[in-house]
Each structure stands twice: as structure tokens, then as C-alpha cells.
């Protein structure tokens, strides 16, 4: 029997709708990280925009997704210079021997499937590493898939095939990472900090993105 045009179009679009993705996200700019320390005396905000990584995820299955996201510790901007060598050197992140932080997916429950243009929450399961440190954690997440289109040319002129758009906020602990806050700042320094991760990944069309 010999399908028409239009069913085998349709019977290639099913079979393709339901294959893994693969998502890169660029340090372009594009993304952000952001921990927020709020401590008695001080109030401190790091942001940098060095964020890289790929996720893998079937839009129909998405429990099956895999991750991993980087952030560069060195990137991290927290409005004053001699605060920031402090926040590379050996006693806090030390971006030496530790440049990423890491975050590795291992599973995506309470999502059952990605609708194009509309905003679902589930929770990330994986493995967080901050300075070389690595613990298992859950975090919510928030994510967006935005297929490519007129409309979205228009409002990302720079990308040029879908966006996927994956946010999350979380509590740490930093003598969880191994980092000891010396008596005399914990007035300034709080031992949970609040920690922000917004990403934007592209679909891989082997195309270098612009910045």
C-alpha cells in the first residue's frame, strides 16, 4: 500500500516529534546565574552570564531528559573587585582548582509532556558539584519551549531554530561545599545562600549562534 504525500509527511512529523532534542546553551549572554547572600550586616549579589551546557529531552517524554549545565566560578561579578578575588580564592569557591560549577540532569519528574509556547513546572532531580563537591539534590524548575517561528524571528532575531528556556530557584547551604564562613564575617556573610539558575538553550543545528 502506498501512502500519499501528506500521510507520510504526517507519519515522518510523529516519528521525529518523538525523538530526543539536543539543546545547547551558549555563554552568549543569553543566560544567567545569580546567588544572593543576605546576612545581618550585608546584603551580597553575585551574577554572571558564563553559563554553557546541553540538554537532551524528547518533548513527549521528557522524564528521560539529560542535562548539564556549567557555570564559570571566575565569571561571578558581585560589584566590588577585592570581594571578588576573595570569592575565587581557596577559602570560598576556589576557581582555581574548581572553575565550573556543575549541575548533571538525572531525571525530570511531574512533566509529562512540552507544549509549545506554554510555561510548565516539574522538579530537576541531579547532581550539584560546587567546589568540587558533589550532592545529590532536587530543585523545582520552570520550562518553556518555543518553537520556531515568524513570531519568535521577530522577537530573537539572533537565533535562528527553537529556544528552550529552563529557570530554577534553590537554597544552598555553603558548609555543605565544604566552605567554612570565618567567625568574624558570619554577620556579613549568610551560611544559606539563595541561588538563581535562567538558561536559554538553542536547538543544535551545527550552527555557531551570534552574540
Known sequence: MRLSPIVALTALSSVASAEAVLYKVNATGWSRATFESDAPLESIVGITTKVDGVI???????????????????????GNSMRDGHL???????????????????????????????????????????????????????????????????????????????????????SDYGVKIPEMLGLKVSEVVKVRVDATAVRDTGVKPKE
Do not use: C, Q
Open 56 to 78: 537532551k529531552v524528547d518533548r513527549e517524554k521528557p522524564a528521560g531528559a539529560t542535562a548539564k549545565i556549567e557555570i564559570d566560578v571566575a565569571g561571578f561579578n558581585t
Open 88 to 174: 575565587r580564592s581557596k577559602d570560598w569557591l576556589d576557581a582555581d582548582a574548581h572553575p565550573k560549577i556543575t549541575f548533571e540532569l538525572a531525571e525530570i519528574t511531574g512533566l509529562d509532556a512540552l507544549v509549545p509556547e506554554k510555561y510548565v513546572k516539574a522538579n530537576a532531580e541531579g547532581k550539584l558539584t560546587i567546589r568540587g563537591v558533589t550532592r545529590k539534590v532536587t530543585v523545582p524548575v520552570r520550562v518553556g519551549l518555543f518553537t520556531y517561528s515568524e513570531k519568535l524571528k521577530k522577537l530573537m532575531p539572533y537565533v535562528s531554530s527553537d529556544v528552550l528556556r529552563v529557570s530554577t530557584r534553590f537554597d544552598i547551604r555553603l
